[in-house]
């Protein structure tokens, strides 16, 4: 790996080479490919159009020009390159797949569709062509196609890690969780340090009842570096399932001491305890959320169930109250509100005659 001050070295002999001979393009090129190993990306695309004012026909500037444009979210001004890229290497198969992108990205499938196969024209054994068509069906929640793209990507690279995670996950939304377990369980044999797919698998044994390889895979993401907060939730939520309250609850807690600015947690640890009919140290942790968010209407939502659950009407009613002046225009939130204020209402009175007979 070259590092920063050898780079520096590099670029200054570069940027000398073009003083003495600016209308060389393999200056500008060799300048760019510095700029991006120092990740300065503003100056890569001045260089690309300073090469462009002298050589506009260049390809491959025009090319990475438009990448630059299309890593920074400017999609219509990466396709503006893409396409004059494309007047002048109509063969080159990356104009293509990168004009795909462009459109993928602009939800307008047919035209992403379209310059992906045209890709496939030139290139049939690019696995990066198959799982961008796949990801494009699979944004458009057409499995059946995206599987089968995937499936194609595979039987050119067996350890394609994007087509076995994405394969994985198609399998999973569908149920099929022994298959999305084989593509898992795939991924992390290539790349065991990979946090996000032993929570992946610690789920999938967790829908397929597997307590002890469940908490296998959710030791081992504690243990791989990264953020730890959603292996928390995560965990919790499978020993809830497996109906260890105990133990969920411990690791809610564990979450919230990892990131106590997180409601998330709080929230979860909230309906498991009122779910369990301890309604007070529901109340408290739902209470420890607004916190967090006292604008949350949905938290508010669940804390006044809570206090209607725990016979608490008047709290019930004043939470309720709060969330209908959040949300004025929601008929929901105003109907419960109401309903309850009369039963309330007539409750109350109903004792009031009692008391006077």
Do not use: W
């Not at 995670?165 to 022994?178: H, P, S, T």
């Not at 044999?189 to 307590?211: F, M, R």
């Not at 979450?255 to 305890?273: C, D, F, G, S, T």
């Amino acid at each position: 790996m070259v590092d920063a001050n050898e780079i520096k070295k590099q670029i200054d002999e570069t940027i000398m080479k073009m003083a003495m001979d600016p209308t060389n393009p393999e200056h500008y090129h060799s300048l760019a490919n510095l700029y991006a190993l120092d990740n300065n990306f503003d100056k890569v695309a001045s260089v690309y159009e300073s090469l462009l004012s002298i050589k506009p026909d260049d390809a491959d500037a025009l090319l990475n020009l438009g990448s630059i444009y299309f890593y920074s979210k400017d999609f219509r001004k990466a396709l503006s390159y893409f396409n004059k890229a494309m007047d002048k290497n109509p063969t080159n198969y990356l104009v293509y797949y990168n004009l795909g992108n462009a459109y993928a990205e602009l939800k307008n499938f047919s035209k992403a569709l379209r310059y992906y196969n045209r890709a496939l024209d030139f290139n049939t054994m690019s696995p990066d062509i198959y799982n961008a068509i796949a990801m494009l069906y699979h944004d458009f929640e057409d499995y059946v196609e995206a599987k089968a793209y995937y499936e194609k990507s595979l039987s050119i690279d067996p350890n394609n890690l994007t087509a076995n995670v994405d394969l994985g996950n198609i399998n999973f939304k569908l149920f099929d969780y022994e298959t999305a377990l084989y593509h898992y369980l795939k991924v992390y044999e290539i790349a065991p340090d990979n946090k996000t797919v032993t929570i992946c698998i610690a789920n999938t044994y967790s829908l397929l009842k597997n307590k002890e390889k469940t908490d296998e895979f959710f030791d081992i993401s504690l243990k791989l570096p990264g953020d730890n907060y959603k292996t928390y939730i995560c965990a919790a939520i499978a020993k809830s399932d497996f109906k260890d309250y105990d133990g969920a609850i411990e690791t809610y807690k564990k979450a919230i001491e990892y990131n106590p600015k997180e409601k998330n947690a709080y929230i979860l640890i909230a309906n498991l305890y009122s779910n369990l009919g301890n309604y007070a140290e529901a109340i408290d942790y739902y209470e420890k959320a607004l916190a967090l968010n006292e604008f949350d209407t949905n938290t508010r939502v669940l804390l006044a169930n809570t206090y209607y659950m725990d016979d608490k009407i008047e709290d019930a009613l004043k939470a309720y109250r709060y969330v209908s002046n959040l949300e004025p225009e929601n008929d929901e939130y105003k109907l419960v509100y109401v309903n309850l204020l009369e039963d309330y209402i007539v409750d109350h009175r109903a004792g009031e005659l009692l008391e006077n007979v």
